[in-house]
């Protein structure tokens, strides 16, 4: 009951998130004392296919500080749609669909790195690292038993599914890369699939639903990562990060505009 209750209070304190005015009330924070890192992206509204990403850190004693700089990234050709993460559901904004061109806001567990090379760029902390091959993909096809999950076509029928993310590409686009725990690991069938982040073709241009940046950006973020300091990935619209930053226990300096400069 005591359970009920305080899912209860928080999806009260919720229920404005998609306003400009709205204000966020007291809430349990969203993110747990043991998550030591955040990969904030912010993008200026619901529809924007591009914004900002900044990396935070803490420690037992301190609040949330910024490494390095801003950096810019593409999101997907729609903007954003709030995905399956650690956020209760909201009523107000668009809700992610297979196909929909929209990167998922919210929070999300990283699960792991990927890439082509044998191991993670050096320096890395030993964050968990699959490397890909020319049998790797990720199931896009609602149909499929393998739906939004990463799999060896050398080990399952190739016929069980008709959609699919190769995992290894030809234009680079995936050298390196983090899976996003986007609808999973409860999978629904058709609330989006194999969402990452990944190199991007260039700035301005969006994504399929991914969140994509320059490679010495994603591989400084693949170097910093640690496992032990259990990575949340936020994203959100920079009016509703605004609204729902202290309920989150989100950083107090976040990009206001979402919009790298």
């Known amino acids: 009951m005591r359970k009920v209750l305080l899912a209860a209070c928080l999806a009260l304190s919720l229920t ?8 966020s009330q007291t809430a349990p924070s969203l993110i747990a004392p043991s998550v030591r890192q955040l990969v904030l992206v912010q993008a200026p509204t619901w529809s924007s296919s591009s914004g ?3 990396r935070y850190e803490r420690d037992a004693s ?14 997907g050709r729609n903007g954003m749609a709030w995905g399956r993460g650690l956020q209760p559901s909201s009523k107000t904004g668009p809700t992610k669909r297979e196909g929909d061109g929209r990167s998922p806001a919210g929070a999300f567990t990283l699960e792991s790195a990927f890439g082509a090379a044998d191991e993670l760029p050096v320096g890395s902390k030993g964050f968990p690292y699959l490397q890909t091959r020319a049998s790797t993909y990720c199931v896009e096809d609602i149909h499929s038993d393998h739906y939004n999950r990463v799999v060896d076509a050398s080990e399952v029928k190739p016929t069980t599914w008709q959609r699919w993310s190769a995992m290894r590409r030809a234009d680079g686009l995936f050298r390196w890369g983090v899976i996003v725990q986007q609808n999973a690991p409860d999978v629904v069938v058709g609330a989006g699939s194999c969402v990452f982040l990944h190199i ?8 399929a639903g991914c969140t994509a940046m320059a490679a010495d ?31 989150w226990g989100l950083p107090d300096d976040g990009v ?5 400069k």
């Open 256 to 260: 206001d505009s979402g919009q790298h």
């Open 52 to 54: 900002s990403l900044q």
């Open 217 to 247: 950006d994603i591989e400084s973020i693949l170097r910093w990562l640690e496992p032990k300091a259990k990575p949340v990935l936020i994203q959100l619209p920079a009016p509703v990060y605004r609204a729902t930053r202290e309920a």
């Open 62 to 75: 301190s609040d949330w500080r910024g490494v390095g700089d801003p950096v810019p990234i593409s999101l």
């Open 200 to 207: 991007w073709r260039g700035e301005h241009h969006p994504t």
């Open 16 to 23: 404005a998130w998609g306003g400009e005015g709205s204000e």
